[in-house]
């Protein structure tokens, strides 16, 4: 059974940084790209960044670029999401999602339960 | 950049056909996903690369796309369809994803 277990998410101030992990379990971990995406409170999906299965190649949004870095480590089954300088416009539940392709980006077929980020003063 | 724009809402009878539009420019020359999301859960996949379902969805789950418009069917639509639907594609032109502004289901 494909797991996702996301994990530190807080209440952190504007400026600050935070580091979301993304536990993989359930199917070959090195063989799939890897996705975050985000939901505001009340709002509809949004991408943020994906990585492919050997981060040959990788992506953002425009909103985090610049601020926001993915990363994953094969040996450990994680993927990461560095997201340093944080807004408030930051703040949303963060899903870890895998793709269905490893070196293409096609669908996303497994979600994680999300984490929740909230900047705020 | 790529747009998808999805109708708020809809609204459909027990029983009856629910079909959930998506928008934007060539998206036919696209591949569009869909997801289902009921609340206080996470996103499920319902269809992938245009018309496929995944393992485990229901049969009466069906998308199209062509031209400007891709679509998702719920055929004899039951309670448990009521969720919000987005529907997602890949813009070349910025290498990003997008996602469509997301789709009330309403089974009354």
């Known amino acids: 059974e494909v797991q996702l277990v996301e994990s530190g998410g807080g209440l952190v101030q504007p400026g600050w940084s935070l580091r979301l992990s993304c536990a993989a379990s359930?199917?070959?971990?090195?063989?799939?790209?890897m996705h975050w995406v985000r939901q505001a409170p009340g709002k509809g999906l949004e991408w943020v960044s994906g990585?492919?299965?050997?981060?040959?190649?990788?992506a953002y949004a425009d909103s985090v670029k610049g601020r926001f870095t993915i990363s994953r480590d094969n040996a450990e089954n994680s993927l990461y999401l560095q997201m340093n300088n944080l807004k408030p416009e930051d703040t949303a539940l963060y899903y870890c999602?895998?793709?269905?392709?490893?070196?293409?980006?096609?669908?996303?077929?497994?979600w994680g339960q999300g984490a929740l980020v909230t900047v705020s003063s | 950049s790529l747009e998808l724009t999805q109708p708020p809402s809809v609204s459909v009878s027990p029983g009856q056909t629910a079909s959930i539009t998506c928008s934007g420019d060539?998206?036919?020359?696209?591949?569009v996903y869909w997801y289902q999301q009921k609340p206080g859960q996470s996103p499920v996949l319902v269809i992938y690369?245009?018309?496929k379902r995944p393992s485990g969805i229901p049969e009466r789950f069906s998308g199209s796309n062509s031209g400007n418009t891709a679509t998702l069917t719920i055929s004899g639509t039951q309670a448990m369809d009521e969720a919000d639907y987005y529907c997602?594609?890949?813009?070349?032109?910025?290498?990003?994803?997008?996602f469509g502004t997301g789709t009330k289901i309403t089974v009354l």
């Open positions: 999602a895998k793709d269905g392709s490893g070196s293409s980006w096609y669908e996303f077929d497994f």
């Open positions: 359930g199917f070959t971990f090195d063989a799939y790209a």
């Open positions: 990585v492919t299965f050997n981060s040959a190649y990788i």
């Open positions: 060539k998206l036919g020359d696209k591949y």
């Open positions: 690369r245009d018309t």
């Open positions: 997602q594609a890949w813009d070349r032109s910025t290498a990003h994803y997008v």
